[in-house]
């Protein structure tokens, strides 16, 4: 089975608008996610999100990156585990579209009427974001 450690993020900009990406690759194109990507080997968390946003979204961080959970996901269908650190960071300015996905703005209020065009990983680390939890599980068999 595969390993890989990944970081994603819930970014919220000055308006209270959370930043998401419409995937336009993998297994789930066409859905919903929060952005992040997989952490290189010598890098460190804080500066695989700060690129990994910048990469997917055109979005610089600003301030303090803080985490606030751990995920895991296992699909032994595809012999795939990842380890997904979650944090949670202020960002500003107009996301792009890049290769790997349509970024935008979101309010909390769209948020609802998106919901089942999320991934259930994003669904699940938004919420427990919102609830101040701090861990989850995804295994798909």
């Known amino acids: 089975m595969e390993l890989r450690t990944n970081v994603n993020a819930i970014i919220i900009n000055d308006e209270n608008k959370i930043l998401l990406i419409k995937l336009k690759k993998g297994h ?84 609802k009427e998106i919901e089942n065009e999320l991934i259930p990983f994003a669904k699940e680390a938004i919420n427990i974001w919102k609830n101040n939890q701090n861990y989850f599980k995804i295994i798909t068999e």
């Not at 946003?53 to 301030?63: A, D, F, K, V």
């Not at 300015?93 to 948020?111: A, C, K, N």
């Open 28 to 111: 789930f194109k066409g859905k919903i996610c929060i952005p992040g990507g997989g952490i290189n080997p010598g890098e460190t968390v804080a500066e695989a999100i700060k690129r990994e946003i910048l990469e997917e979204t055109g979005i610089e961080l600003g301030g303090q990156i803080s985490y606030y959970g751990i995920c895991e996901l296992i699909n032994k269908k595809i012999a795939s585990h990842r380890i997904v650190i979650l944090m949670y960071a202020k960002g500003k300015g107009s996301p792009i579209e890049s290769d790997e996905g349509i970024s935008r703005w979101t309010t909390f209020e769209e948020l």
